[in-house]
């Protein structure tokens, strides 16, 4: 059964930081690109950040450039996404998800309906 699992959510004040996990199951996990995506209610689901199968340099949307560092260990099938600095606008539910590549297109990563995704896991961020 193909599980991915987030982790490491909550509530946080401005300026704190978070460290979500994405712990996954039931595929060959270093063949994927793993992404993240965040939904606010009422809006539609945003690209924050993808890593390649390859470990090469991950994307990131621009407003979370210079404050989130995505990362992987393959040795552990997870990913982690490290968010300092974090703002009110970073509140939101926070999933991650996995394909055979990031899929970039004018500037922006795109949700086509990945693979596998998680359920995911709330982060607040209160000011």
């Known amino acids: 059964e193909v599980q991915l699992e987030e982790s490491g959510g909550g509530l946080v004040q401005a300026g704190g930081s978070l460290r979500l996990s994405c712990a996954a199951s039931?595929?060959?996990?270093?063949?994927?690109?793993i992404a993240w995506f965040r939904q606010v209610l009422g809006k539609e689901r945003e690209g924050v950040s993808c890593?390649?199968?390859?470990?090469?340099?991950?994307y990131y949307t621009d407003s979370v450039k210079g404050r989130f560092t995505l990362s992987r260990d393959n040795a552990k099938n997870t990913v982690y996404l490290q968010m300092n600095s974090l703002k009110p606008e970073d509140t939101a539910t926070y999933y991650c998800?996995?394909?055979?590549?990031?899929?970039?297109?004018?500037?922006?990563?795109?949700?086509?309906?990945?693979?596998?995704w998680g359920k995911g896991i709330r982060v607040t961020v209160s000011s």
């Open positions: 998800a996995a394909d055979l590549g990031c899929v970039v297109k004018s500037g922006r990563l795109i949700d086509y309906g990945q693979e596998y």
């Open positions: 890593i390649s199968s390859s470990d090469g340099p991950a």
């Open positions: 039931g595929f060959i996990f270093e063949d994927y690109s």
